[in-house]
């Protein structure tokens, strides 16, 4: 088959792309932090501002989405973000590729770095607060050469000794992979990689997704070495087995309990205090699927914008003012189209069935 002619478009009306980030970055990146990075790129070159809520609007994507991938990138270090006190982006500085990775990068860096700041307006302050709780750490979809490229390393085969004496048996490639996330992505070193698989293990749990979701937890709340971990592993198991005696449970959690413990800890940022009231209701409404139930809860309260108690106290109120809301005539159709379904019981019956 021919080989295909590539010509260079000679219009100026362009946004130039640096090959060192085709070759290195564009790879591991999901379909969002593509579109953010290269779009960005678009305005800092027609000298724009941008916003949050435009670039969620432009690409369909939820705000969240736009500030996940452009933490990605500045995990990256291919870009710094600067933050309000409310902890909005409101202002991007963009690394210079070509001088990082120049012979001195330090006499050039700083005066080839780049900056485009976010325009602030209404739309960005419907971004649901704390910011700082999404998580930036997400496993890239590594190839086969990265595997093989990690897997060559020196220190590789202490690692996968270690992981294996734990597992009792070979790894998969999808669990080297794990094991390359915690090294790339998250910077644990060896010592920490072995009590992390240490610590789950001796729980029970031996699937590297679940390691994955224990790591990137430790990693968000700055854990760098084992005796730090031991610290907050102990804060955090006080924390699952008082989750669970709200539950009426007095087992060690399973793997999937655990899995939405650590997300309403983790990925919604609740605190003890409001996964505890879910907990209760919870228990006050069904004696079967609690975790699931209190799932609901806890995943309505995230996308009301749930923070503290006294948000969910203003949440009962407005759902109490709609209940009380009477049907606009006595005329029968309009009571018929117009009645008040109680949610909360026809899921409790759907979860007892």
Same mark, same amino acid.
């Given at each position: 088959?021919?080989?295909?002619?590539?010509?260079?478009?000679?219009?100026?009306?362009?946004?130039?792309?640096?090959?060192?980030?085709?070759?290195?970055?564009?790879?591991?990146?999901?379909?969002?932090?593509?579109?953010?990075?290269?779009?960005?790129?678009?305005?800092?070159? *027609?000298?724009?501002?941008?916003?949050?809520?435009?670039?969620?609007?432009?690409?369909?994507?939820?705000?969240?989405?736009?500030?996940?991938?452009?933490?990605?990138?500045?995990?990256?270090?291919?870009?710094?973000?600067?933050?309000?006190?409310?902890?909005?982006?409101?202002?991007?500085?963009?690394?210079?590729?070509?001088?990082?990775?120049?012979?001195?990068?330090?006499?050039?860096?700083?005066?080839?770095?780049?900056?485009?700041?976010?325009?602030?307006?209404?739309?960005?302050?419907?971004?649901?607060?704390?910011?700082?709780?999404?998580?930036?750490?997400?496993?890239?979809?590594?190839?086969?050469?990265?595997?093989?490229?990690?897997?060559?390393?020196?220190?590789?085969?202490?690692?996968?000794?270690?992981?294996?004496?734990?597992?009792?048996?070979?790894?998969?490639?999808?669990?080297?992979?794990?094991?390359?996330?915690?090294?790339?992505?998250?910077?644990?070193?060896?010592?920490?990689?072995?009590?992390?698989?240490?610590?789950?293990?001796?729980?029970?749990?031996?699937?590297?997704?679940?390691?994955?979701?224990? *790591?990137?937890?430790?990693?968000?709340?700055?854990?760098?070495?084992?005796?730090?971990?031991?610290?907050?592993?102990?804060?955090?198991?006080?924390?699952?087995?008082?989750?669970?005696?709200?539950?009426?449970?007095?087992?060690?959690?399973? *793997?999937?309990?655990?899995?939405?413990?650590?997300?309403?800890?983790?990925?919604?940022?609740?605190?003890?205090?409001?996964?505890?009231?879910?907990?209760?209701?919870?228990?006050?409404?069904?004696?079967?699927?609690?975790?699931?139930?209190?799932?609901?809860?806890?995943?309505?309260?995230?996308?009301?914008?749930?923070?503290?108690?006294?948000?969910?106290?203003?949440?009962?109120?407005?759902?109490?003012?709609?209940?009380?809301?009477?049907?606009?005539?006595?005329?029968?159709?309009?009571?018929?189209?117009?009645?008040?379904?109680?949610?909360?019981?026809?899921?409790?019956?759907?979860?007892?069935?």
């Amino acid at each position: 088959m021919a080989k295909l002619k590539i010509y260079k478009n000679v219009d100026t009306n362009t946004t130039a792309i640096s090959n060192h980030f085709i070759d290195e970055y564009m790879e591991g990146a999901n379909e969002a932090q593509l579109k953010v990075y290269l779009y960005l790129l678009r305005m800092l070159g *027609a000298s724009q501002a941008t916003s949050v809520s435009d670039l969620a609007d432009k690409f369909n994507h939820s705000e969240r989405d736009i500030i996940r991938a452009l933490k990605y990138w500045e995990k990256q270090k291919l870009l710094s973000l600067d933050y309000d006190a409310g902890g909005i982006p409101v202002g991007i500085r963009f690394k210079d590729l070509e001088a990082e990775n120049s012979p001195a990068p330090e006499e050039t860096s700083t005066s080839q770095s780049l900056s485009l700041f976010m325009e602030e307006d209404s739309g960005s302050q419907d971004v649901p607060a704390p910011v700082e709780k999404e998580s930036c750490f997400e496993r890239p979809s590594y190839t086969a050469e990265h595997l093989r490229e990690f897997k060559g390393r020196q220190e590789t085969a202490r690692l996968l000794f270690i992981a294996e004496s734990y597992i009792g048996r070979p790894l998969t490639p999808s669990e080297m992979k794990s094991i390359l996330f915690f090294t790339d992505v998250l910077h644990f070193s060896e010592d920490l990689i072995d009590y992390l698989i240490a610590y789950c293990v001796d729980r029970g749990k031996k699937d590297f997704k679940y390691m994955e979701k224990v *790591a990137v937890s430790w990693a968000e709340h700055n854990v760098t070495t084992p005796g730090q971990a031991k610290k907050y592993a102990t804060k955090y198991d006080k924390n699952v087995y008082a989750i669970m005696n709200a539950l009426g449970k007095t087992n060690a959690p399973t *793997a999937k309990e655990a899995e939405y413990i650590i997300r309403w800890t983790g990925e919604y940022g609740f605190d003890m205090d409001v996964i505890l009231e879910a907990c209760e209701r919870t228990v006050m409404a069904t004696d079967r699927h609690r975790l699931e139930y209190a799932e609901s809860i806890l995943n309505h309260w995230r996308q009301e914008n749930v923070h503290h108690k006294a948000d969910i106290h203003k949440i009962d109120e407005l759902y109490q003012r709609r209940k009380t809301v009477k049907p606009a005539s006595n005329n029968k159709f309009n009571q018929f189209s117009q009645n008040s379904y109680d949610f909360d019981a026809l899921e409790k019956e759907l979860l007892s069935n």
